[in-house]
């Protein structure tokens, strides 16, 4: 029996649904997905995403910028998603994608200009007083200083240590545990210990498919029943939880 799960964060906008979207959104309702957060990254990615949010009513759009075009983006190009963000804010469940990924920075101007455009990007959310979804990559507690202060802040895909996310928990912000919890032990560790009050769980589809191949929003599903396992818990509570988190957050 499928329970109702929202996927709070996917990337339906990405080349790799080309082929086959609209399946992918019939397959992920079959399988109980109530709701599909998507996130754009770039111009192109938050166009689409509004798109989507108004072609079906179980998908919402977050608008945001990629740490890679925050590093290496022209400055009018950043200013250009920036402004395209504050112009369709009232139709954005959140603000991002956007934060910092260190693993790719190899120098330190580079941490500085995405960490500039970052900080831009906390303004707005601050300004529009959306929920900010985080991209923390190597840069986890930098992240988490950055944003302190600010009222809904989502951590996705987070994949840090347990002790910084006990620093991000206590702070009141948002886990959200991708599909990797079905296969990394470290994962695993973060599900065992993270409050039940402040987990969401998502696919971060394409990307890291807990089945062969391409990740999509259904398999969601996955997850559940692992995270119960090592909550010691009811797969339907679970489920719940990050349910009503993910519609708390995100104002669905």
């Keep these: 029996m499928p329970y109702p799960i929202i996927d709070s964060h996917c990337h339906l906008d990405f080349p790799k649904f080309n082929r086959d979207r609209h399946e992918v959104i019939l397959r992920a309702r079959e399988a109980g997905v109530v709701g599909m957060v998507n996130s754009g990254i770039s111009l192109k990615g938050n166009l689409m995403s509004l798109e989507l949010a108004e072609s079906y009513e179980d998908i919402h759009a977050v608008l945001g910028l990629s740490p890679d075009i925050g590093r290496e983006g022209s400055a009018e190009e950043i200013d250009a998603i920036l402004a395209q963000i ?19 920075c190899k120098t330190n101007k580079e941490r500085e200009r995405q960490t500039a455009s970052f900080e831009k990007v906390i303004e707005l959310a601050k300004t529009l007083e959306k929920p900010l979804v985080v991209h923390a990559r190597l840069a986890e507690a930098e992240v988490l200083e950055l944003v302190r202060g600010m009222d809904t802040v989502i951590y996705h895909c987070y994949s840090g240590s347990v002790e910084t996310m006990k620093e991000i928990v206590d702070a009141g912000y948002y886990i959200s545990l991708a599909t990797l919890v079905c296969f990394s032990e470290h994962h695993q560790t973060l599900a065992a210990e993270v409050p039940l009050e402040n987990l969401l769980l998502e696919t971060d589809s394409p990307f890291l498919s807990p089945r062969k191949g391409r990740n999509e929003p259904a398999f969601i599903t996955d997850s559940i029943p692992v995270v119960a396992q090592l909550k010691e818990m009811e797969p339907a509570e679970v489920a719940k939880a990050a349910t009503e988190n993910a519609h708390r957050v995100f104002n669905i």
């Design 86 to 104: 504050e112009a369709n804010a009232e139709k954005a469940a959140g603000i991002g994608e956007a934060g910092l990924d260190f693993q790719d």
